[in-house]
């Protein structure tokens, strides 16, 4: 038995160690090598491409079938295409500007864009037709629809028409105006509904650094918000239609472009400070110096152009000369050259310049103060004016010749202008 199992395990020994001596031998013609090589490799090849296939065509699939979801999806939403795409950031804003942003959207209604219209004839048609030749910025004063802006905007119009902020246009007539403080109060027949007034504030309190808006229509521009600070205050700018000075005015440098002119200077809170009605720039645009005519003397003009349709204003009735003449003459004060005999001061006696029989000159009373008050120049003059009342007898100080002499005169009403 047990030689047996040896003899097993022998021949298993040696049916397992004579097996790679047959594939070790050579044989006699030799074996081709090549055909088997590349019979495995391009299997192998086939197979990579085969794999490489089907991953491309279970890609493809998908990205179609993403496609057609995305699709689907944007479709039940009613999404726009385009704005499907956009990623919009979350908007952070600091409390400054939280409050910057409502101060525009709360005011904005108030403010409106007004086109001065000139009649024009053609030349050779003869045909009479309207065109802009000018624009400005106003705003909402009551629910009436009296709509305040500066003088200097409307001057020279045949036809105003003013545009709200929902972009409806009305035709708007003048109810008065005040060329001596560039003012002007026009009103249109809208519906109350869109009549936001804006709210009115109080320039008496301002200081220099507060914090300032102007909303306007600057080149066109419709509802264009400028921010800034106070520069300045109680200067002094004259009236471009007559040059009569309008005091206590707002300096500030919130840009301020021609259309900007009759838009209203806002406070932080929104209320209204002033009208923007000038700036002092070489070039006509922004130069950091703006003027605003304030919220005090607008007020009272305003008041009065809407009852009476015109602003009652104490005069001397004089003409006088300008500044540099009398300062070549070597004195200070107002050189009379005229006092119509039905005027104020023809009627108290003032003598004007004249021309003698051989045509020498020979100069009128110049006034030196009124109530005390002295006048170096025709500045002064129109400053004390302002502070006195129609009917008001003043007592005028005049050199006349060589001599001083003080005579009393009694102030009448501006005369109505067309």
């Avoid at 279970?58 to 057609?68: G, I, M, R, Y």
């Avoid at 039940?76 to 979350?90: K, Y």
Wanted: with cysteine; aromatic share 6%.
């Amino acid at each position: 038995m047990a030689a047996s199992s040896h003899s097993l395990a022998s021949s298993a020994f040696f049916s397992t160690t004579t097996r790679p001596r047959k594939l070790s031998l050579t044989p006699r013609f030799p074996l081709p090598k090549s055909p088997p090589c590349r019979k495995i490799v391009s299997y192998y090849d086939s197979s990579v491409d085969q794999s490489n296939s089907g991953k491309k065509l279970l890609d493809s699939v998908f990205v179609a079938c993403t496609s057609v979801a995305l699709s689907f999806s944007l479709f039940l939403a009613d999404v726009d295409s385009a704005s499907a795409f956009v990623v919009t950031p979350s908007r952070k804003l600091q409390t400054d500007e939280l409050a910057t942003v409502r101060l525009f959207q709360e005011n904005t209604p108030s403010v409106v864009y007004i086109t001065n219209l000139a009649s024009r004839q053609d030349m050779f048609t003869l045909d009479i037709f309207e065109v802009p030749q000018g624009s400005g910025s106003g705003f909402v004063w009551d629910k009436d629809g009296h709509i305040v802006t500066n003088y200097h905007v409307i001057r020279g119009a045949s036809d105003l028409r003013v545009t709200l902020a929902d972009q409806t246009t009305y035709d708007a007539k003048v109810v008065g105006f005040d060329q001596d403080k560039d003012v002007a109060v026009l009103l249109v027949d809208a519906p109350k509904d869109k009549m936001r007034p804006i709210p009115i504030g109080v320039s008496a309190d301002l200081l220099v650094g507060q914090k300032v808006f102007a909303i306007g229509n600057p080149f066109g521009l419709d509802h264009t918000l400028t921010t800034g600070v106070i520069s300045g205050l109680r200067r002094e700018i004259n009236s471009a239609a007559t040059g009569r000075p309008i005091q206590d005015v707002i300096q500030t440098d919130a840009a301020i472009n021609p259309g900007n002119s009759g838009g209203p200077l806002l406070d932080s809170s929104g209320n209204l400070i002033g009208i923007n009605t000038a700036i002092y720039s070489p070039s006509g645009a922004s130069s950091g110096v703006g003027f605003s005519i304030p919220v005090d003397t607008v007020s009272g003009i305003v008041d009065q152009l809407v009852k009476f349709g015109k602003v009652t204003r104490p005069i001397l009735g004089i003409k006088f000369a300008p500044d540099q003449s009398v300062e070549q003459l070597g004195v200070s004060g107002v050189l009379v050259l005229d006092a119509p005999p039905n005027g104020p001061a023809g009627k108290a006696g003032l003598l004007p310049t004249k021309r003698d029989s051989y045509g020498r000159l020979i100069l009128g009373d110049i006034i030196t103060s009124i109530n005390g008050k002295k006048v170096t120049n025709g500045t002064d003059l129109y400053r004390i004016l302002d502070q006195c009342k129609v009917g008001e007898k003043v007592m005028v100080e005049v050199l006349r010749g060589d001599h001083k002499e003080k005579i009393p005169v009694l102030l009448e009403p501006k005369p109505e202008e067309t």
